[in-house]
């Protein structure tokens, strides 16, 4: 990201884009990156993993190890507390989307 005042600014806007995905399957670190940056997020994974961590401490996400090609990977799913944010963070957003 540019600077720490648009991270801070759009790091609502990752945790939600980041539950979405989880919600609909398990993601994992790179493929979020890319998918953040198709959507004007220039993210490393110095950024991205720091985040995918506090979201799993903070009872958002779970993960899970799998095997792929031989090589670990760890899928990042949505919990039932993650899809509850969600929900009530579209609400909230839709309600200021109207207002502004």
């Not at 919600?23 to 985040?51: C, K, V």
């Not at 760890?74 to 109207?98: P, V, W």
């Amino acid at each position: 990201m540019k600077s720490k005042l648009e991270r801070r600014m759009f790091l609502g806007f990752i945790y939600i884009h980041i539950l979405h995905h989880a919600l609909e399957a398990p993601i994992y670190g790179s493929w979020m990156i890319e998918e953040l940056r198709s959507h004007g997020y220039d993210m490393s994974a110095g950024t991205l993993y720091p985040i995918l961590h506090r979201m799993e401490e903070e009872g958002l996400l779970e993960t899970e190890k799998v095997t792929v090609k031989g090589h670990q990977r760890i899928h990042y799913n949505c919990t039932d507390f993650g899809a509850q944010m969600l929900k009530e963070s579209k609400r909230k957003l839709a309600e200021l989307l109207n207002e502004i």
